[in-house]
């Protein structure tokens, strides 16, 4: 079965710099996705990068980047230039048919 | 972007009743719906699969008879959490995929917070 896993239950970093979340998962699968979810206090799931499997390039999105680690089954998130806003719930999650999270990462920004 | 919506956004009920939770694809035509619960400060669980006409998988340890799904047309799907107790008390998200070109985009909806008392 697919497993992710996540880490740092809590993380906290200065507003402006940059902090490095980490996920690792488990799978036989050679054909699937990886994607890194926020969740802020309304709870709505917002995504915020995906990374395709058979892709060598790491994903990026603005400030946020991927280190997508194939062979270790490692796929951690990079967010540059920290802001207030990013405060929240990550989540790392997998999909080959079905999406499925990591425990999550609670992000905090301090100013 | 697509949006999925549910309906309701929170729901109060007493223990021994039924409630029902609805999940619409807005704007796409969703084959594959999926439902997730979320505890407090806890990651979000698959639930089940909903396929539309036909009976939804469920995922291991899921009871289909507590948790019934129905996946009636292209863009609605119901979660009916029956005879409730105060332990199905929790937050509830429906996904709904979309197939996009060569690949399937799942999104979220907002979620619906169910209070058993």
């Known amino acids: 079965a697919q497993t992710v896993t996540q880490s740092q239950p809590e993380m906290s970093v200065q507003e402006a710099e940059t902090v490095t979340l980490s996920c690792t998962y488990d799978t036989s699968e050679s054909d699937y996705y990886l994607f890194w979810y926020k969740q802020p206090p309304s709870r709505q799931m917002i995504l915020v990068i995906r990374q395709e499997a058979y892709k060598q390039q790491n994903a990026t999105e603005n400030r946020f980047s991927v280190n997508f680690q194939k062979a270790a089954k490692s796929f951690s998130l990079k967010i540059s230039d920290s802001q207030l806003g990013d405060a929240a719930m990550y989540f790392c999650a997998y999909k080959a048919d079905k999406i499925i999270f990591g425990k999550g990462t609670r992000l905090h920004i301090l100013p | 972007g697509a949006v999925v919506s549910q309906h309701p956004s929170w729901v109060i009920c007493k223990s021994g009743t039924s409630v029902k939770i609805e999940c619409r694809s807005l704007d796409f035509q969703a084959t594959t719906m999926f439902w997730y619960r979320q505890f407090p400060k806890q990651s979000l669980m698959l639930m089940a699969t909903?396929?539309?006409?036909?009976?939804?998988?469920?995922e291991q340890g899921v009871e289909k008879d507590k948790f019934l799904i129905n996946h009636a047309s292209l863009t609605l799907s119901t979660l009916t959490v029956t005879s409730a107790h105060p332990e199905d008390s929790s937050f509830y998200i429906c996904?709904?995929?979309?197939?996009?070109?060569?690949?399937?985009?799942?999104?979220f909806g907002p979620g619906t917070r169910l209070t058993v008392t």
């Open positions: 909903s396929n539309e006409g036909s009976k939804a998988t469920y």
């Open positions: 996904s709904a995929r979309d197939y996009k070109g060569s690949a399937y985009e799942q999104y």
